[in-house]
């Protein structure tokens, strides 16, 4: 199946910092998504790209999706402290599983208060 | 609102022992989803279902098995759990098998031993 490629595995910044991560294919995407996982919760959707080129905002989070629909970047600005967990990049597979979400396997954050 | 409410929140369970995970969403979302989380896994697809009636298997669909008897409900059963089911995990919904705004529930730790 389609794999999702997420840099970096884990970041430790300190509050105040930016953070920028992002996620790559193999294969064309047509929607991109970021969710957000709380330590003991499941994961929350954050933002949701659909098209080529968008650049979409949520508060301090900002997403791209990128040009060539391969690849998409999030980026946090002014950290704080729970701004912290599993960042998940996904987007719908293909094949046996009917376009269904595949997730990457995370970016960890942890902000130093 | 409760949104999706997974049972038990965690759980022993001895190796050829069989159980079932509950997940009921009040949403009245069509599609519902079944993932496992483990370290450096991410989240991967078991089981899915579009609609009530209808069961689909997602990325890793090997020991388990489900049912979607109506909208509501959606359980993932082990029927001779193995160690290597050991893992978190997550129901989700939709509102539909296009939407890829999933709402997750809190997850389910099982441990088999």
């Known amino acids: 199946g389609q794999q999702l490629n997420q840099s970096p595995q884990s970041m430790f910044i300190q509050e105040g910092e930016d953070v920028s991560m992002n996620c790559t294919s193999s294969?064309?995407?047509?929607?991109w998504l970021w969710y957000k996982q709380d330590p003991g919760e499941g994961p929350v959707l954050l933002i949701a790209?659909?098209?080529?080129?968008e650049l979409t905002s949520n508060g301090r989070l900002t997403a791209q999706f990128g040009i060539t629909r391969k690849d998409s970047f999030l980026n946090i600005s002014a950290s704080i402290p729970s701004d912290v967990g599993i960042y998940f990049c996904?987007?719908?597979?293909?094949?046996?599983?009917?376009?269904?979400?595949?997730f990457g396997k995370g970016t960890l954050l942890t902000v130093n208060p | 609102t409760a949104g999706i409410t997974q049972a038990p929140t965690s759980q022993i369970l001895a190796a050829g022992r069989s159980m079932t995970l509950r997940c009921t969403q009040d949403?009245?979302?069509?599609?519902m989803y079944w993932y496992r989380q483990d370290l450096g896994l991410g989240l991967r697809l078991i089981h899915y279902?579009?609609?009530?009636?209808?069961?689909g298997k997602g990325e890793v669909p090997d020991g388990y098995s489900v049912s979607r008897a109506n909208t509501d409900d959606f359980p993932l059963t082990l029927a001779s759990a193995v160690p290597s089911q050991t893992s978190v995990y997550f129901c989700?919904?939709?509102?539909?098998?296009?939407?890829?705004?999933?709402?997750f529930g809190s997850g389910t730790r099982l441990t088999v031993v």
């Open positions: 279902s579009n609609t009530a009636g209808t069961t």
């Open positions: 949403m009245r979302h069509n599609a």
């Open positions: 294969s064309i995407f047509n929607t």
């Open positions: 996904a987007g719908p597979g293909s094949g046996g599983s009917n376009y269904k979400l595949t």
């Open positions: 989700a919904s939709s509102v539909d098998s296009d939407n890829y705004g999933y709402t």
């Open positions: 790209l659909y098209k080529a080129g």
